[in-house]
């Protein structure tokens, strides 16, 4: 029998994917009286994923410092992360509640992949953005997120910001060299999707 056991698939996630990914475990390890001493203490862990965030924010201008620090910084956090997962695995034992209580995913599951893809282009004009998400065909309609600076700690930090019948939005009165995140989710007859994974864009 296969023993279950903790998932390494962030560590194929994108930059910004793992910012969220690492945030979603750093609450799940918090208060949690299955993980009383981790490897890598959570202030360490946390700090390193504001600073993966700035790295990334940083390395938009597309700079080749910028984005040679940006991935030292990845491989950094990535190396504290992949510390506490195995710190999951000792004290699971091939529990698969445990696992999934860290924030992590196990062996059993698929791999994964985000449940929705958007891509952002520049808008007609200064302080717009055009925003085409992957169409679904149970969709009535769709429902767009945004939040700027940083991704929120909470859902409460997102504000919506668009809702349309089409996958496709075009924002406007953004504020020029800001740093935006968006999401999207679907309206189907079983109710709203959950959100895509958040994509990032500076503003023009």
Request: hydrophobic share 40%; net charge negative.
């Amino acid at each position: 029998m296969k023993i279950i056991q903790t998932k390494l698939d962030f560590m194929q996630f994108s930059p910004i994917v793992k910012v969220g990914f690492y945030r979603n475990v750093i609450t799940k390890f918090t208060g949690n009286p299955r993980f009383p001493t981790p490897d890598v203490s959570l202030q360490d862990a946390s700090a390193a994923v504001i600073d993966l965030e700035n790295a990334i924010v940083a390395a938009s201008d597309g700079g080749r410092t910028r984005i040679s620090e940006m991935h030292d910084q990845e491989k950094l956090t990535d190396t504290m992360f992949r510390s506490l997962a195995a710190y999951v695995d000792r004290i699971a034992a091939g529990d698969e509640s445990t696992i999934l209580s860290s924030g992590f995913h196990e062996t059993k599951q698929p791999t994964y992949t985000p449940k929705a893809i958007i891509t952002i282009y520049n808008g007609t004009h200064s302080g717009s953005v055009i925003i085409k998400g992957k169409a679904n065909p149970r969709a009535g309609a769709y429902h767009l997120q945004m939040c700027k600076g940083t991704l929120p700690l909470t859902e409460d930090g997102w504000v919506l910001c668009g809702v349309s019948t089409s996958a496709e939005f075009e924002l406007n009165g953004l504020d020029v060299m800001c740093l935006y995140y968006f999401r999207i989710a679907a309206i189907t007859p079983e109710g709203l999707t959950d959100y895509c994974e958040p994509v990032s864009k500076i503003v023009v």
